[in-house]
């Protein structure tokens, strides 16, 4: 059982308060700290923010002592690729989830459910794939991740009215351009503009082939279809030249989406791209798991202090990278601490024997910081996590009996 709390169900009215926390990141590039040291929420949404004499604690449910450790929206995986459940037969793993739940990951976005054995390339099987995978994620959460998935694939045959038809079925992004069989830019371009007609969202496989069915695409031709975001533009796995990755991020003005199961020197050619433009609200962070390339239950975390410390950007804007970038860009509620938005929190602190003093300067460092605590909706589902290394000060939770 994750739930360390396991009843009464999440969506009641349990009123969960997070006090003496030490450093409170609000997953906003404008604000990355904040000048807080509580929460309070109530049936799993933040409520108040702010010092312990000012918000009301009265009538708490839980309790959860940060510590004086660090709080931050739970992390967002913008690139994966789900079948159904927590089951990847690309590398024949189970429970990749639930592993990566305890690297600090509270929600994932598909970017299509192309691992799917016999995945259907026809009209009518490509909508319901999408629905089916769209509906089974809805309706069931592994581990309490949040999925967003039902990302169906550009193939040949699809018409206009089938992106609205999706669309009308609660389909919100369509799936890796250039996996499909979709092949000319023409037809792409056309698909994609229906696709955001009808208030989806999508991106491009950038970079060299990964898997049976995708293609190279260049960056002119990733320019012309203009997607909303130039998926793993360091590659997934292999990169564009330094030239081509310049093209796109200049040419294009969507998001610049950098994978963990990508070419790392690229990824750090676009951050400095990004950087030099003054464009870091651009910048999304994924995992592009699972893959050839395996799951990295910690690939989000990896990616942080990749990024923080041979990017040499302060650790509390990377974090925004994963969490309130991701979320603007994909029109999500959560990945920003802030009153009215879900309370998906992640409560870390430096790791044992870091040379970091302060958690942000471990990350700076290129250390990950250890997980003592997730809460999904407000519900505290694991502690401490079991694959980042130990945090130096664990939180602790207790339930108030009435």
């Known amino acids: 059982m994750l739930d360390l709390f396991p009843d009464p169900a999440p969506s009641d009215e349990r009123k969960v308060v997070i006090e003496n926390i030490?450093?409170?990141?609000?997953g906003r590039l404008e604000e990355p700290i904040l000048d807080a040291d509580t929460i309070v929420a109530v049936a799993g949404t933040i409520v108040e923010i702010g010092k312990a004499s000012h918000c009301n604690t009265d009538g708490a449910d839980i309790i959860v002592d940060a510590c004086g450790t660090t709080v931050c929206p739970g992390l967002i995986d913008g690139h994966t690729h789900p079948t159904f459940g927590e089951y990847s037969p690309r590398t024949?793993?189970?429970?990749?989830?639930?592993?990566?739940?305890?690297?600090?990951?509270?929600?994932?976005?598909?970017?299509?459910?192309?691992?799917?054995a016999g995945r259907p390339s026809d009209r009518i099987g490509v909508k319901a794939l999408a629905i089916a995978a769209q509906?089974?994620?809805?309706a069931m959460r592994p581990a309490g991740v949040k999925m967003i998935a039902g990302a169906p694939l550009l193939e040949e045959g699809l018409l206009?009215?089938?992106?609205?038809?999706?669309?009308?079925?609660?389909?919100?992004?369509?799936?890796e351009v250039g996996i499909g069989?979709?092949?000319?830019?023409?037809?792409?371009?056309?698909?994609?503009?229906?696709?955001?007609?009808?208030?989806?969202?999508?991106?491009?496989?950038?970079?060299?082939?990964?898997?049976?069915?995708?293609?190279?695409?260049?960056?002119?031709?990733?320019?012309?279809?203009?997607?909303?975001?130039?998926?793993?533009?360091?590659?997934?796995?292999?990169a564009f030249a330094h030239s081509e990755i310049r093209c796109l991020c200049e040419g294009c003005s969507r998001a610049?989406?950098?994978v963990h199961n990508g070419n790392s020197f690229a990824a750090l050619y676009a951050l400095r791209l990004a950087t030099e433009m003054g464009q870091l609200e651009r910048i999304v962070l994924g995992t592009d798991g699972p893959s050839g390339?395996?799951?990295?239950?910690?690939?989000m975390l990896r990616m942080i202090a990749m990024l923080a410390s041979f990017g040499e950007l302060p650790a509390e804007q990377v974090f925004c990278f994963a969490t309130g970038n991701t979320a603007r860009v994909h029109q999500l509620p959560q990945g920003v601490i802030a009153p009215g938005r879900p309370a998906d929190l992640l409560i870390m602190d430096r790791a044992q024997g870091t040379a970091g003093r302060t958690l942000l300067e471990s990350v700076e460092l290129g250390d990950l910081p250890g997980i003592g605590m997730v809460l999904i909706d407000g519900v505290p589902l694991l502690r401490p996590s079991r694959n980042t290394p130990p945090a130096t000060v664990l939180p602790t939770a207790r339930r108030v009996l009435a």
């Open 256 to 258: 610049i989406e950098i």
């Open 293 to 299: 390339a395996g799951v990295p239950a910690l690939g």
């Open 160 to 175: 206009e009215e089938d992106f609205q038809e999706m669309a009308e079925a609660g389909i919100e992004l369509i799936g």
């Open 22 to 26: 030490g450093l409170l990141l609000s």
């Open 92 to 116: 024949d793993n189970h429970s990749w989830i639930f592993n990566c739940l305890h690297g600090g990951t509270t929600t994932m976005i598909s970017a299509g459910e192309v691992h799917i």
């Open 135 to 138: 509906r089974s994620f809805s």
């Open 181 to 238: 069989s979709v092949a000319d830019v023409e037809t792409a371009s056309r698909m994609v503009a229906w696709a955001r007609a009808n208030g989806m969202r999508s991106l491009t496989h950038t970079g060299g082939p990964s898997i049976p069915g995708s293609r190279l695409m260049a960056a002119e031709e990733i320019i012309e279809i203009d997607p909303d975001v130039i998926g793993h533009i360091n590659g997934g796995h292999t």
